[in-house]
């Protein structure tokens, strides 16, 4: 069966810190464009951190930037999310995401959890 499974997640307070796990199972991330999403209460999904193609250079949202820091690793076939200094507002459920850079294929993430207590 193919899909991503994540892990992670959870309630910490204001100042805290998570990690994200994100592995794919019956396909490798090599060939997908990745990505992290999140959805509070009452808003739409938004993206917040995305690896440019194949590659390692990401991309940002304005909210998250210098606090979140998306990585790879290629061999155990996972992306991660690491979330420093949070706020309530970082609030959400968390998803990861993956797009074949060719075909379009895209899955996602079951979705996890993150509240932020103040």
């Known amino acids: 069966q193919v899909q991503l499974v994540q892990s992670g997640g959870g309630l910490v307070q204001r100042g805290g810190s998570l990690r994200l796990s994100c592995r794919s199972i019956?396909?490798?991330?090599?060939?997908?464009?990745l990505s992290w999403h999140r959805q509070a209460p009452g808003k739409e999904r938004e993206s917040i951190a995305s690896f440019t193609g194949s590659g390692s250079t990401a991309i940002y949202a304005d909210s998250v930037k210098g606090r979140f820091t998306i990585s790879r690793d290629n061999p155990a076939n996972t992306v991660y999310l690491q979330m420093e200094d949070l706020g309530p507002e970082d609030t959400a459920v968390y998803y990861c995401?993956?797009?074949?850079?060719?075909?379009?294929?895209?899955?996602w993430g079951q979705g996890t959890q993150v509240t932020v207590s103040s």
């Open positions: 019956g396909f490798t991330i090599t060939a997908y464009a």
């Open positions: 995401k993956a797009v074949h850079l060719e075909w379009g294929n895209t899955y």
